[in-house]
Structure formats: C-alpha cells, structure tokens
C-alpha cells in the first residue's frame, strides 16, 4: 500500500487536484462571533483521527503531514503530539511557510508515494520543493493582517507608515514587510521582477491564490507569462477561506517553486 499525504486546508490546494492525487486536506476552523470572522488551528484530537484513518488506508505505510508554519497556527505543534502516538510512522514537516508551497510539497509526495516510495523518501522529496520554494502576500489593507497579530507589531508599524500596498514575503516561517511600495502596480513589477532574478532564466512552478481580486490576479499572472522564462507553469484559484480572513479583501498570494541549482 501507498504511504499517505496529508495536509491543511492552509496548503490551498483546490479540491479536484486533491483528489486526483489522493491527498487528505483536514480543514482548518472559520468561526463567526458577534458579526466578526476569526480562526483557529487544528487540534491534536483531529489530526489523530485524521492520521490513523490514512494509516488504515495505506496499510500503515507511513503518512507524511504537512501543515502550516509552527510561527502561524498551533497547528503544527498539534501534530506533532498527534504523530508521538504512531510509533514513527507520522512524519511530521516542519514547512516554515504557508499558502500553495505547502501544496506544491504535498503534490510532489503524492506523486513519488504513488510511485511506490517510502515515508522517509516521500518527506525528504515535500522538503525538498519547500527548500526552492517562497511564498509572497500582496496585501490591498493592512486591517486584518494586523488584527490577527500575523505580523509583528514593527513590521505593522512600518507598513502603516510607509507601504500603503505593502508587499509581505514569509521568512522563517513568519510574515514579513519585502517591499514598501505606494501603488499595486509598482507592487506587482518589484514581485515579478524579484522572481525573475532568483530564478535566472529556468521556468517556474507560480501559483496564485486571490480573495477578491480575480481580475488583478489574472493582470499579474499576464505580467508574469511576459517576464518568466518560457515554459513556466502557473495555476490559479481563491484565496483559502482561514487565509482571507487574515489577509482580507483584495489580498493575492503568490507562491513559487524554483528549479534545482
């Protein structure tokens, strides 16, 4: 039997492909109270039930789980103590990101898991995208962000003052302030054009997640197809539901995969 891939809803990635490559997405929490949104992360009750399901399913083959940064949700330290009671077959990544590189990580699992390879090979393979990959968030306001305490109270200070378009990048696992930009349009040319250099002229894995922004994420994309290296492959779709709840409306995610050195 195969080893099994799962992840959080945080990883983005869109249903159909989930299922065509056989990942479990357990969804993170969005609740409403007193009008207002806020999230919460997974507990470790949940991913025990969800881990030991998959185990019966691969015929304890091992599963590798991959969730968003410990610097961003409780939800990978839930994991972890979820993991401790499968005797070593969980192995739990520690992606410091967050967004569609962790899918990225998780369809390149899948795909080897499917190939016949073991857990320990089906990890190193999700560690490896994670270590040419990097997420950006281009955020249309700063409410939410700063609101749900994401970023810290310096770089929220910074962006106030001086970014009315900030452009964030995640760093070790947290958010933080790239770019100090005035327009969305000089944004999107510094993310282009930040992109380009780091991946010297080889094509690109980009996927680009929008919460109310389909038409300014389609303009990027074009930006993109224009400026990346022929060949580059890009895959488009709404910004996750606990994701928009922090980011806001307006917001576009970006992550990308490079290619090896």
Not at 72 to 77: A, F, I, K, Q, V
Not at 103 to 113: F, I, L, P, Q, R
Not at 152 to 167: Q, Y
Not at 219 to 247: D, I, K, N, W, Y
Request: aromatic fraction near 4%; proline fraction near 2%.
């Amino acid at each position: 039997m195969a080893v099994r891939i799962v992840t959080d809803s945080s990883s983005g990635l869109p249903v159909d492909l989930a299922q065509e490559l056989g990942i479990t997405v357990v969804d993170l929490h969005v609740m409403q109270s007193s009008g207002e949104q806020s999230t919460a992360g997974l507990s470790a009750l949940e991913l025990t039930a969800a881990y030991a399901r998959q185990l019966e399913r691969g015929g304890d083959a091992g599963v590798v789980a991959l969730h968003l940064s410990k610097e961003l949700s409780s939800t990978w330290s839930a994991a972890t103590q979820a993991a401790a009671i499968f005797d070593g077959l969980v192995h739990v990544v520690d992606t410091q990101t967050i967004g569609m590189a962790v899918g990225a990580a998780a369809m390149a699992a899948a795909k080897v898991a499917a190939e016949g390879a073991d857990v320990h090979t089906c990890a190193e393979v999700a560690r490896d995208v994670l270590g040419r990959s990097e997420t950006w968030l281009y955020l249309h306001r700063l409410d939410a962000i700063k609101k749900s305490g994401r970023i810290s109270a310096a770089t929220a200070v910074v962006s106030s003052a001086l970014a009315t378009k900030p452009l964030m990048r995640v760093e070790h696992g947290r958010l933080e302030l790239a770019f100090k930009t005035r327009t969305q349009s000089k944004a999107f040319a510094r993310l282009v054009e930040a992109i380009r250099q780091r991946a010297a002229s080889a094509p690109v894995f980009v996927m680009i997640q929008h919460f109310d922004a389909a038409n300014e994420a389609a303009e990027l994309q074009r930006q993109m197809e224009r400026q990346l290296a022929s060949g580059s492959s890009f895959l488009s779709c709404p910004l996750e539901p606990t994701a928009a709840v922090h980011a806001g409306p307006g917001a576009i995610g970006v992550s990308v995969v490079y290619q090896r050195d």
